[in-house]
Each structure stands twice: as C-alpha cells, then as structure tokens.
C-alpha cells in the first residue's frame, strides 16, 4: 500500500509464491500491474504494509532499514529501471564500489571489472562518468556490478528493456550464465517473451494480483 496526497492505494493484493535457491522466474504483466513494486519488496528495497517477505532465512518484513541493508548486501543484486548508480563515481569505480565497501579492494577485482566491463560491452567506457553514458549504458554497468557481486539472488527490472538486439543477446546470456554457474538465483521483470521463456517460469500480474504462476519450455531458437 502507497501513501500519497491523493490517499491510499493497495497495489499487490494476495500475491504469494516462493523462488528456491538457485532458481529462476520470470515476472510479466501490463504497465501499472505492480512488477516493480513487487520487486522491491523481494528485494528488501520496501517493506509491505501486510505480509511478509523471506529472503534466504530472514524476513525482511521484520527487520529494521539498517538489517534490511545487511541482508541486501550480503544477498541481493539488482538492477533497477532508475539505475542507482553514483554520479561521482566512473563506471568502472561504480561496479568496484558493493566489493569495496565490503573490505575487498584487490587487483583481481578491478581485473574483474574491467573483463565484466567489457563483457557488457563497455570496454571502452570504465572511465566515463553516468551522466556521459546513455541509458542502456547505465543500465549495463549496474548489471555488472550486480555480476561483480555474485549475488545469491538477482532482480532485474526489464533488463533488456533499453537495449538493441545484439546487446540484449549479450546481456541475457551473461544472466543465464550467472545463473548456472554461480547458482543466482534470478528475478528478472520483462516484457520480451523470448526472455521470459528463459527463466523456465512465467508469473504474471494483472491489476496487482497474481494471475498465473506456470513453469515453460524455453522456445526453440
Ligand atoms: P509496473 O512495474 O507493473 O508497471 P508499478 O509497481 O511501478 O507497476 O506500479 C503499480 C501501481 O502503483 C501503479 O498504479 C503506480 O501508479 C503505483 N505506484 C508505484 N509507486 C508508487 C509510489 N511510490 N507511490 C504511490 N503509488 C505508486
Ligand atoms: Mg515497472
């Protein structure tokens, strides 16, 4: 439930389903169904007026702002449409900053960075500051700095949603590839179908109530 000038509003009714570890969902549904306020409560970001949230053992409905951020840092990547990186930082200091702040400054982690860098396609980009990368650029550099983190959980708001074709493919595999290898579990928000087919289950809202929850075969190629 929102507060606002205009007064409440309830925008998840009812919504339950769990994500085991490791696993992967996909979240559709129109403009407006609550995708992203759904998002950021499985991610801790929000806590909701009723109900609860688990995370890995905790429950983030009952934690206060500064535990919410352990258990954040500690367990969750994500990757939002407003991008949340610093303005101060470059991209490449912005991917580096979750491992610093966590005590971790090595020269294998800039390594790191700078290859995950390029592997987004911003090889040419670690010194660029946000404001002289376009959107989807931004976008790529919190995607590697949620890969950087290997989180044990990924929530990705339309990842793709800013991207051309050759780029998403890219992006995507990376996603999957964190997936399987370092056992992400992944959440990703997404309008492309092809995508949604990936995670191997579908969720989809309508008007803030969850309407289907069903396990797919990824299409063929
Ligand atoms: P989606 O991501 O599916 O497009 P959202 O979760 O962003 O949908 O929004 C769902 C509804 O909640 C919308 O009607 C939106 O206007 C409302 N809403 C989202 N964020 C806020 C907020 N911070 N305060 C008040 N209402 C909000
Ligand atoms: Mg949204």
């Not at 905790?58 to 500690?74: G, P, Q």
């Not at 020269?107 to 670690?126: C, F, H, Q």
């Given at each position: 439930m929102y507060r606002s000038g205009e007064g409440e509003l309830t925008v998840l009714k009812n919504v339950s389903f769990s994500l085991e570890?490791?696993?992967?969902?996909?979240?559709?549904?129109?403009?407006?169904?609550?995708?992203?306020?759904?998002?950021g409560l499985c991610a801790g970001l929000d806590?909701?007026?009723s109900g609860s949230v688990r995370l890995n053992g905790?429950?983030?409905?009952?934690?206060?702002?500064?535990?919410?951020?352990?258990?954040?840092?500690?367990n969750v990547g994500f990757v939002f449409?407003?991008?949340?990186?610093?303005?101060?930082?470059?991209?490449?200091e912005n991917v580096?900053?979750?491992?610093?702040?966590?005590?971790?400054?090595s020269?294998?982690?800039?390594?790191?960075?700078?290859?995950?860098?390029?592997?987004?396609?911003?090889?040419?980009?670690?010194q660029h500051y946000p404001a002289q990368l376009s959107g989807?650029?931004?976008?790529?550099?919190?995607?590697?700095?949620?890969?950087?983190?290997?989180?044990?959980?990924?929530?990705?708001?339309?990842?793709?949603?800013?991207?051309?074709?050759?780029?998403?493919?890219r992006i995507v595999d990376l996603l999957f590839e964190l997936n399987n290898s370092s056992g992400t579990a992944l959440v990703l928000v997404t309008h492309n179908l092809e995508l949604a087919r990936k995670a191997g289950r579908i969720i989809q809202l309508k008007g803030g109530l969850l309407v289907e929850d069903v396990e797919v075969e990824p299409a063929l190629p």
């Open positions: 570890a490791g696993g992967a969902c996909a979240i559709v549904g129109p403009s407006g169904s609550g995708k992203t306020t759904l998002l806590v909701p007026s905790a429950d983030l409905s009952r934690l206060n702002e500064d535990d919410r951020a352990k258990v954040r840092a500690e449409q407003s991008f949340q990186l610093l303005s101060t930082l470059t991209a490449l580096m900053v979750p491992l610093e702040l966590r005590g971790m400054n020269k294998g982690i800039r390594e790191a960075a700078v290859s995950l860098l390029g592997k987004v396609g911003l090889g040419e980009r670690l989807g650029e931004q976008q790529r550099v919190a995607l590697a700095r949620a890969f950087l983190n290997s989180p044990k959980i990924l929530f990705a708001d339309e990842p793709t949603g800013n991207l051309d074709n050759e780029t998403s493919e």
